[in-house]
């Protein structure tokens, strides 16, 4: 079974400057996470997904970041434009469902200068 | 909205000796306690989780326990082998608030042989 995909790997951008990440899911996940992870410190939740409807994304700084799940599997987080204090690693989660077993992938590395 | 201490920060132990990882969480309401591994440059991984109906969960040499009127719950960690050494997050989750998911800052363990 293939794991949770996200891409790119590794993101270099100049600040003000646009920037997308791109996350899969595990087939048949119904439950889509977007979490940012600064150095040294624990993931921080930026959105749920229950299929295709976001259940609550307070925790995303909505002035600057969107997200969008068409059709209830992949996932898209956007930044625009970035801030140098946007450099972080985005990790993406699935799980067949709310406190079920998360699933994370390899993540997003954003380094904004 | 809920806030989950964790220490301590960073703990060294010898090689076949215990590690106990303890976190304290805010909202009463919270029920579901995931632990977290995550090795270097690594995505985070499930250990073991515990729902509040329960107090004590053991898989292995890694257990956890739940102390619902205290509000924290901890990780043991038996007999330590060397690929024990990560970083490892606690996170705790509600039913009744919807996105709440938050987790620790983090404990860097380092098993020495």
């Known amino acids: 079974e293939a794991g949770v995909v996200q891409s790119p790997r590794y993101k270099i951008i100049e600040k003000k400057q646009p920037v997308a990440f791109w996350c899969n899911p595990i087939?048949?996940?119904?439950?889509l996470y977007w979490y940012r992870q600064n150095l040294g410190q624990g993931p921080e939740l930026l959105i749920r997904?229950?299929?295709?409807?976001?259940?609550?994304d307070s925790q995303l700084p909505k002035d600057r970041f969107s997200a969008e799940r068409l059709k209830g599997v992949d996932s898209t987080l956007k930044i625009q434009p970035a801030e140098l204090g946007d450099s972080a690693v985005y990790l993406c989660?699935?799980?067949?469902?709310?406190?079920?077993?998360?699933?994370f992938g390899p993540g997003t590395r954003l380094l904004v200068l | 909205g809920e806030n989950v201490e964790q220490h301590p920060s960073t703990l060294s132990v010898q090689e076949g000796d215990s590690a106990v990882i303890k976190c304290t969480y805010s909202?009463?309401?919270?029920?579901?306690f995931p632990w977290y591994k995550q090795e270097l440059g690594k995505r985070p991984q499930l250990i073991i989780d515990?729902?509040?109906?329960?107090g004590e969960k053991k898989d292995q040499r890694i257990a956890v326990t739940l102390n619902k009127t205290a509000k924290h719950f901890s990780l043991h960690i038996t007999e330590t082998q060397p690929e024990d050494s990560a970083v490892y997050f606690c996170?705790?989750?509600?039913?009744?608030?919807?996105?709440?998911?938050?987790f620790g800052s983090g404990t860097k363990l380092n098993v020495k042989p």
């Open positions: 989660a699935s799980s067949l469902g709310y406190q079920e077993t998360q699933y």
């Open positions: 087939s048949g996940h119904n439950t």
């Open positions: 997904y229950e299929n295709e409807e976001a259940v609550d």
């Open positions: 909202d009463s309401a919270s029920n579901y």
């Open positions: 515990i729902r509040s109906n329960v």
């Open positions: 996170a705790a989750s509600s039913l009744y608030n919807f996105n709440k998911f938050y």
